[in-house]
């Protein structure tokens, strides 16, 4: 098996210091390659490749309904570490979290990404989707991802 868990997380979501900080510091940390505190489309579509990579556990160019499981579990276990990372912030009186009605998590699920609907998801698919998914999070329209796309709605 070639995937480690909290690489895993790392890479997908981000668990480091600053993501304690800010809202959307949890997903810029990781996401953003080049440090300049912004997630371009660019570095979506690398990353999510990587993503890909990591979870296609047999490197036969697919995401099986197994891999996607590994994936999902993946996922939920850092949303619960984030989340009581958020319950703590709360505490501490910091603004934490996405949006109300944020979908970005349903852009890395496998219905969102399995567009040919055979029940396997190929490096292609998961690739050519990144823009529809980068536009759920994207919220100012800008082209850009920032904590600013982050947080509550004022």
């Known amino acids: 098996m070639k995937r480690t868990p909290l690489l895993i997380a790392a890479v997908i979501f981000g668990t480091t210091a600053f993501a304690g900080q800010q809202p959307g510091g949890h997903f810029v940390e990781i996401w953003d390659q080049d440090s300049d505190g912004q997630v371009t489309l660019a570095e979506a579509t ?12 047999n490197d036969d160019g697919f995401l099986s309904a197994e891999d996607y499981a590994a994936f999902d579990e993946a996922r939920a276990a850092d949303q619960k570490n984030h989340k009581q990372g958020m319950r703590q ?8 979290g996405m949006r109300k009605g944020q979908s970005g ?7 969102f990404n399995d567009v040919n609907n ?4 190929s490096l292609d698919e998961f690739t050519s989707r990144t823009a529809a998914w980068f536009s759920m999070i994207d919220k100012n329209g800008d082209g850009v991802a920032t904590t600013d796309d982050f947080g509550r709605r004022n």
């Open 46 to 57: 690398e990353r999510r490749s990587d993503i890909f990579a990591s979870f296609d556990d």
């Open 89 to 96: 912030g709360k505490r501490r009186g910091m603004r934490m």
């Open 105 to 111: 998590q349903a852009g890395m699920e496998m219905d």
């Open 118 to 121: 055979d029940g396997k998801v």
